[in-house]
T-cell receptor, first 113, second 111 residues
Framework: NAGVTQTPKFQVLKTGQSMTLQCAQDMNHEYMSWYRQDPGMGLRLIHYSVGAGITDQGEVPNGYNVSRSTTEDFPLRLLSAAPSQTSVYFC????????????FGQGTRLTVV | GDSVTQMEGPVTLSEEAFLTINCTYTATGYPSLFWYVQYPGEGLQLLLKATKADDKGSNKGFEATYRKETTSFHLEKGSVQVSDSAVYFCALSHAGNMLTFGGGTRLMVKP
């Protein structure tokens, strides 16, 4: 019963480096999303997807790319890391409506130096 | 746009004390309202929800009532335990859409 799996759990990047945060869910959920969590600001939506091949921007999309080639996977790409992207990142999935609950991964703590 | 405002923490209580965490929202229409809980080192988990005015969500001794007249969804528990120590997030969504979160409130319960 894996649910939503994120890798890695911790990552340190140098400014300008690129990397991909991985996210996979095994619940056959239509909706997947990425949030970042910063102190006192709650979780802010970066990008989301309502199905394979469909993505859209959230509240804070700049500096991030996503793709959704399969129902299960929703990777988040940082193209050129900046210190402002230091944060905890959460991937989430839901079965087409938030009313049935949104399921979160355990998070990736990213530090950009 | 939509927004959610929560009381700032941390909230520190003794075991068996009464808990209230305030949450108010600004949104168009009739959003659904949620409380999520985050235990240390973990992702968020749905605690309770309410989908229309005057609905009461409840789970694990926690309750919250959807008050449209005051645009509020305050979280309450009659007797907290040490195991309730966590960060609590109030959130809203319009059906089928993504969640909008408040800033989170850290609760610390001391034995």
């Amino acid at each position: 019963n894996a649910g939503v799996t994120q890798t890695p759990k911790f990552q340190v990047l140098k400014t300008g480096q690129s990397m991909t945060l991985q996210c996979a869910q095994d619940m056959n959920h239509e909706y997947m999303s990425w949030y970042r969590q910063d102190p006192g600001m709650g979780l802010r939506l970066i990008h989301y997807s309502v199905g394979a091949g469909i993505t859209d921007q959230g509240e804070v999309p700049n500096g991030y790319n996503v793709s959704r080639s399969t129902t299960e996977d929703f990777p988040l790409r940082l193209l050129s890391a900046a210190p402002s992207q230091t944060s905890v990142y959460f991937c989430a999935s839901s079965p087409g409506t938030s009313l049935l609950g949104t399921f979160f991964g355990q998070g990736t703590r990213l530090t950009v130096v | 746009g939509d927004s959610v405002t929560q009381m700032e923490g941390p909230v520190t209580l003794s075991e068996e004390a009464f808990l209230t965490i305030n949450c108010t929202y600004t949104a168009t229409g009739y959003p659904s309202l949620f409380w999520y809980v985050q235990y240390p080192g973990e992702g968020l988990q749905l605690l309770l929800k309410a989908t229309k005015a005057d609905d009461k969500g409840s789970n694990k001794g926690f309750e919250a009532t959807y008050r449209k007249e005051t645009t509020s969804f305050h979280l309450e528990k009659g007797s907290v335990q040490v195991s309730d120590s966590a960060v609590y997030f109030c959130a809203l969504s319009h059906a089928g859409n993504m969640l909008t979160f408040g800033g989170g409130t850290r609760l610390m319960v001391k034995p």
